[in-house]
């Protein structure tokens, strides 16, 4: 089973780029994030005929969560309960028997700013939330943009990145805070190569000097953390014409794919 997470910064805009990349890599279950669209503009017809089941969740110019499927969602969450919040960041469904987190983190503009604030309080409201979810679902992913960078390995220039929004110390415990919930970092299960990023911003040539942070994450809960055969960073699709600032990010477990009965994926 292949589960993705790609922030594609307007779906209207990388829409093509999104069918290609679901013929090529064949995901089970692709999460989208920004979007930016409303939701009587979601292309449902055109990622139906790449043979993807859609649930979505939108606003006009900003946020907006999707779930692409082979096989139909069920018990769909479209908000975190008890957290009043008009932004489109939380969408969640099962699939087979894998309860699927998606979200947006808010960005948080600067550690000085009302955005921060927001922040800091919504990641406290995921994981309440998630201490809820984990004691209802023993197989959970969660996953998204999570616009923070966990570990010093996690940014191109710790020093530089010291304090400021991403990589704030009260950003990184709240990301630890949710691994203590009982969920684990995919990507870290793993050997992996230096200096391995998801997000490059577009100026200053971020991307060809590999100026990046990893802020795309994808975590597990233990009994899906057993069965996981491989985490990979897809950087190929920032190279691309007009690409997403960020780049897909995707697990394998080993599970039988959706709609079928093969003991792997």
């Avoid at 069918?19 to 279950?29: E, H, R």
């Avoid at 009587?40 to 790449?50: K, M, S, V, Y």
């Avoid at 530089?160 to 009982?182: C, I, K, M, T």
């Avoid at 190929?236 to 014409?241: P, Q």
Wanted: aromatic fraction near 10%; include cysteine.
């Amino acid at each position: 089973m292949k589960i993705a997470t790609w922030n594609v910064n307007s779906l209207k805009v990388r829409l093509p780029q999104v069918l290609d990349w679901l013929a090529i890599n064949q995901p089970d279950v692709l999460c989208l994030q920004e979007t930016k669209l409303q939701d009587e503009n979601f292309p449902i017809a055109a990622i139906a005929e790449g043979g993807y089941h859609t649930i979505y969740a939108g606003q006009k110019t900003y946020n907006g969560v999707a779930l692409l499927s082979k096989q139909p969602g069920s018990e769909v969450i479209t908000a975190m309960p008890g957290f009043d919040d008009p932004q489109k960041r939380v969408l969640s469904a099962i699939y087979e028997d894998v309860r699927v987190i998606c979200i947006y983190v808010p960005n948080g503009e600067n550690i000085e700013s009302e955005k921060y604030q927001y922040k800091l309080k919504w990641l406290a409201a995921l994981n309440g939330w998630l201490r809820n979810m984990l004691n209802q679902h023993q197989k959970l992913v969660l996953l998204g943009d999570f616009n923070i960078a966990p570990e010093d390995c996690d940014v191109h220039d710790p020093k530089l990145w010291e304090g400021q929004v991403l990589f704030s110390l009260p950003e990184r415990e709240a990301f630890r805070d949710v691994l203590n919930l009982g969920l684990l970092d995919s990507f870290r299960l793993f050997d992996q190569a230096e200096k391995s990023y998801t997000w490059w911003d577009y100026r200053m040539m971020a991307f060809r000097r590999n100026m990046g942070l990893r802020i795309d994450h994808i975590l597990l809960s233990n009994e899906l953390a057993k069965i996981c055969t491989a985490c990979v960073i897809d950087k190929a699709t920032r190279k691309l014409e007009r690409p997403s600032d960020h780049a897909p990010v995707m697990v394998e477990l080993r599970t039988k794919p959706l709609g079928l009965n093969a003991d792997v994926s």
